[in-house]
C-alpha cells in the first residue's frame, strides 16, 4: 500500500446522476482503508479558494438515491491559469492532502493530468457524463438515468404522436457525441436518428419520411442529438420538413436539462459505487493519473495519457441495426 493517509474528492463538468453514489463510496472507502477523506466544494474553483469540508461516513448517509452533486459543481476560468492551479495546489498542502480523486468528464480529466504534471499531485479520476463518451469504461457514471429518462420522455410523446398523426422532432443532449440519441431512438423505436457521427443529407431524411409514409406510417419520431448539424438547429430543420411537405404535421420538443436530474437508476449507483472504490484502492496502491472504469463488466485502470489521445468511435454496427428496424 502507498503511504496516503489523506485524500480529497470534487466533482466537476457538468453534474449527472450517480455523481452522489460515487462521492459515497470515495468517502466510505476511505474510512474503511482508514484514510481521512476531505469534499472539495464547487470542483476546481473551490480547490483554489480552500472550500473544504472534512467527511465521514455519516456525512455521506441518504444521498446515493440523490441526482445531481451535493459537492456542488462549477467552471473555473482561473483554474486554466498557471496561477490558478498554484493557489489550488497551497490549499491542498495546506490541509496536508496526500491524492485527489476527480469526479467528472474528459475536460476535467484534462485539467487534473496538467494539474498532476506541474504539481505531482497523484490524482485518480471517475468517469461521470450521461453523454457516455469517455475512451476506455464502457459506460459512464449517469448514461442509464439519461437514457431512461429519455426513452421515457419518448413514449409519452409518441402518445401524443399516434393521436394527432403527427411528426415529433425530439432533441437531446450530446454536443459532440450522439450516444443519447441512437440508444434511445433505438430503445423508443425512433423512425430517424440524428447524430454528430453519421451525417444525413436533407434529401436522404426526406426520402426516409417518404418511405414511412408509404409504408404505412401515420405518425412519426425523429431523434436528434443537439450536435448534429443536418440543419443549423432543430427549429430551422424542422421549417425545412415543413416546406417540403412530408406529409406530416411536424411538431419540435427539446427535452434539454431534464435528461441530467433525477434519482440515479439502479445500473448508475452499483457502477458509482463500483468505480468509488477503485479509485480509492488504486490510489493506495500507488496507481495514479488514471481513470478507473468497466471494461467486459471488470474494474480496469486506464491511463489519462492513453485515453485522453484517442477519439471515440462511431458503433456502425448500432447504427446499422437502427436503419433495419425503422422501416
Known amino acids: 500500500m502507498n503511504t496516503i493517509r489523506k485524500i480529497a474528492v470534487l466533482t466537476s463538468g457538468g453534474d449527472s446522476p450517480g455523481m452522489n453514489a460515487a462521492i459515497r463510496a470515495v468517502v466510505r ?11 472539495i466544494y464547487r470542483g476546481y474553483q473551490g480547490m483554489i479558494e480552500g ?25 473555473s476560468d482561473e483554474f486554466l491559469t498557471k496561477e490558478g492551479r498554484k493557489k489550488a495546489y497551497d490549499h491542498l498542502v495546506r490541509e496536508q ?16 493530468v496538467q494539474f498532476s504534471r506541474e504539481f505531482d499531485v497523484p490524482v485518480v479520476g471517475i468517469p461521470s457524463t450521461i453523454d457516455n463518451d469517455i475512451i476506455g469504461t464502457d459506460f459512464t457514471i449517469g448514461y442509464d438515468t439519461a437514457l431512461n429518462t429519455v426513452v421515457e420522455a419518448i413514449d409519452k410523446i409518441r402518445d401524443t404522436a399516434s393521436s394527432h398523426n403527427r411528426l415529433f ?3 437531446v443532449m450530446g454536443r459532440d457525441a450522439g450516444n443519447i440519441a441512437l440508444h434511445a431512438g433505438i430503445g423508443a423505436g425512433a423512425g430517424d436518428i440524428l447524430i454528430p457521427e453519421h451525417h444525413l443529407s436533407y434529401e436522404q431524411l426526406l426520402e426516409s419520411l417518404a418511405q414511412s409514409k408509404k409504408s404505412g406510417k401515420s405518425s412519426n419520431i425523429i431523434v436528434v442529438a443537439e450536435g448534429d448539424r443536418t440543419g443549423k438547429n432543430i427549429f430551422e430543420l424542422a421549417d425545412f420538413i415543413k416546406k417540403n411537405d412530408s406529409g406530416y ?16 437508476s439502479c445500473y448508475d449507483r452499483v457502477l458509482a459505487s463500483r468505480l468509488g472504490v477503485g479509485a480509492v484502492e488504486a490510489m493506495l496502491e500507488g496507481v495514479e493519473r488514471v481513470m478507473v472504469g468497466v471494461k467486459y463488466g471488470k474494474i480496469v485502470t486506464i491511463p489519462f495519457a492513453e485515453l485522453l489521445k ?18
Open 29 to 39: 472507502a476511505a474510512v474503511y482503508h482508514g484514510i481521512e477523506c476531505v469534499g
Open 51 to 75: 472550500d473544504f469540508k472534512a467527511l465521514d461516513a455519516r456525512s455521506v448517509k441518504n444521498i446515493i438515491n440523490k441526482g445531481g452533486t451535493f459537492l456542488k459543481s462549477a467552471r
Open 97 to 112: 492532502i496526500d491524492g485527489l480523486i476527480i469526479i467528472g468528464g474528459d475536460g476535467s480529466f484534462r485539467g487534473a
Open 169 to 171: 422532432l425530439v432533441e
Open 249 to 264: 404535421e411536424v411538431r419540435v420538443t427539446v427535452l434539454g436539462h431534464i435528461q441530467r436530474g433525477g434519482a440515479p
Open 310 to 327: 484517442k477519439e471515440i468511435q462511431k458503433d456502425t454496427e448500432l447504427i446499422r441495426i437502427a436503419d433495419i428496424i425503422s422501416i
